[in-house]
Antibody, heavy 121, light 113 residues
Framework: QVQLQESGPGLVKPSETLSVTCVVS?????????WGWIRQTPGKGLEWIGT???????YYNPSLKSRVTISVDTSQNQFSLKLTSVTAADTAVFYC??????????????WGKGTTVTVSS | DIVMTQSPESLAVSLGERATINCKSS????????????LAWYQQKPGQPPKLLIY???TRYSGIPDRFSGSGSGTDFALTISSLQAEDVAVYYC?????????FGQGTKVEIK
């Protein structure tokens, strides 16, 4: 059974970099699928941040592209998100998810439980 | 970006009754060459992540009860719960994956009347 588990800092100061990691169990990232990050805020709802493939290819939402880096570590079976220059508007629940192999922007069939990151001084 | 608009924002339905949620996309999500609608539905209960219910607009994901059904094509879609159960209380989201960036509706909250 595939499971995803996010881990994050909980609290980040404005202008700093937010880092969140997703550990995948029950499935090898190298075997296929895309792996994505989605965030959820009360104001904007669900927002796709970006997706990574096991090869390291990455795809980002243009609205966040200048501040986002997603990477994959197949040896640890995990992938990570970095978001720079954060503001209070980046406060959200961050989810990692498995993305159907049709395309990097396809539907997500397995989700992590989410990790809440608050941006505040 | 394709804008997904759901209606209503919330609805209250009696146990055992039908609940219908609508989703409208700002442009067609029907891919003509495959005749598939690139639309999914998710259920999110409080404190939980979204859970995939439906993809290709009408294909139930593994393990999803058959009281959940999806319909529609092009720009207009619906999620129907044929007989509402207490465990169906949740927020439901539609999601288009026809083009990037993928986008979601704002959600519809389903409650028991």
């Amino acid at each position: 059974q595939v499971q995803l588990q996010e881990s994050g800092p909980g609290l980040v100061k404005p202008s700093e970099t937010l880092s969140v990691t997703c550990v995948v169990s029950g499935y090898s990232i190298s075997s296929g699928y895309y792996w994505g990050w989605i965030r959820q805020t009360p104001g904007k709802g669900l927002e796709w941040i970006g997706t990574v493939y096991h090869s390291g290819s990455t795809y980002y939402n243009p609205s966040l592209k200048s501040r986002v880096t997603i990477s994959v570590d197949t040896s640890q079976n995990q992938f990570s998100l970095k978001l720079t220059s954060v503001t209070a508007a980046d406060t959200a629940v961050f989810y990692c998810a498995r993305v159907n192999s049709l395309a990097y922007y396809s539907y997500m069939d397995v989700w992590g439980k989410g990790t809440t990151v608050t941006v505040s001084s | 970006d394709i804008v997904m608009t759901q209606s209503p924002e919330s609805l209250a339905v009696s146990l055992g009754e039908r609940a219908t949620i609508n989703c409208k996309s700002s442009q067609s999500v029907l891919y003509s060459s495959s005749n598939k609608n690139y639309l999914a539905w998710y259920q999110q209960k409080p404190g939980q992540p979204p859970k995939l219910l439906i993809y290709w607009a009408s294909t139930r994901y593994s393990g999803i009860p058959d009281r959940f059904s999806g319909s529609g094509s092009g720009t207009d879609f619906a999620l129907t719960i044929s007989s509402l159960q207490a465990e169906d209380v949740a927020v439901y989201y539609c999601h288009q994956y026809y083009s990037t960036p993928p986008t979601f509706g704002q959600g519809t909250k389903v409650e028991i009347k």
